[in-house]
């Protein structure tokens, strides 16, 4: 099983669309989670981190669900601009190493 | 303006040949890293450093070696060794001596191709 693991997508959606991401960790003892976005040849940037209780920047909401060792990112009122690749990328407990999922595409359309 | 700073954007390298591939920042961040990524793939890691004078190997380190000299600075050379080198590398740094809990920041990328 990969360490951290993404549906590649694409999604497809209409721009004012709502749309959601999981991705799934594989190491319990995981302890910080992040978001990042990256555009078509460009370096990754990121996005937010995801923090137990769930938290909100602007249009976009990322939770983290211990139990079932997943966490996600919601995408409210859907910009042309967000399309993107959307990486999922998570703290393996192990000193100094960020383990990047290989990244959901968002494709949103007039 | 605080960044990390990659050079060249682009780098053709011959066959035998050694390349180095620059990474400056002024974070003042402790950790750097070096990845690569292949089209379609995700990010994999080479080589990462804590602090001066020390690195450690990432997953994929054969063919490529680092040094550390200074804080700002962490120069990945893809040696001959390194088959099949066409790929985007890229360097980030965090701050804290572990990088645990801390995100990293990218630099834009070096493309490097075999002529």
């Known amino acids: 099983r990969k360490e951290v693991e993404q549906d590649p997508g694409p999604f497809n959606v209409p721009e004012g669309a709502t749309v959601a991401f999981n991705c799934t960790y594989s190491?319990?003892?995981?302890?910080?989670f992040f978001w990042y976005r990256q555009d078509c040849r460009k370096e990754p940037k990121l996005l937010m981190s995801?923090?137990?209780s769930g938290n909100e920047d602007g249009r976009f909401t990322a939770q983290l669900n211990r139990a079932s060792q997943y966490i996600s990112l919601l995408i409210r009122d859907s910009k042309l601009s967000d399309s993107a690749t959307y990486l999922c990328?998570?703290?393996?407990?192990?000193?100094?190493?960020?383990?990047f999922g290989t990244g959901t595409r968002l494709q949103v359309t007039l | 303006d605080g960044g990390i700073t990659q050079s060249p954007k682009y780098l053709f390298r011959k066959e035998g040949q050694n390349v180095t591939l620059s990474c400056e920042q002024n974070?003042?961040?402790?950790?750097m890293y070096w990845y690569r990524q292949d089209p379609g793939q995700g990010l994999r890691l080479i080589y990462y450093?804590?602090?001066?004078?020390?690195?450690q190997k990432g997953d994929i380190a054969e063919g490529y070696s680092v040094s550390r000299e200074k804080k700002e600075s962490f120069p990945l050379t893809v040696t001959s060794a390194q088959k099949n080198p066409t790929a985007f590398y890229l360097c980030?740094?965090?701050?804290?001596?572990?990088?645990?809990?801390?995100?990293?920041?990218f630099g834009d990328g070096t493309r490097l191709s075999i002529l």
């Open positions: 980030a740094s965090s701050s804290g001596w572990t990088g645990v809990g801390q995100p990293q920041h």
């Open positions: 190491n319990s003892a995981s302890q910080s």
């Open positions: 995801v923090y137990s």
């Open positions: 990328v998570v703290n393996p407990a192990t000193a100094s190493k960020l383990t």
């Open positions: 974070l003042n961040h402790d950790a």
């Open positions: 450093s804590q602090i001066v004078n020390d690195f």
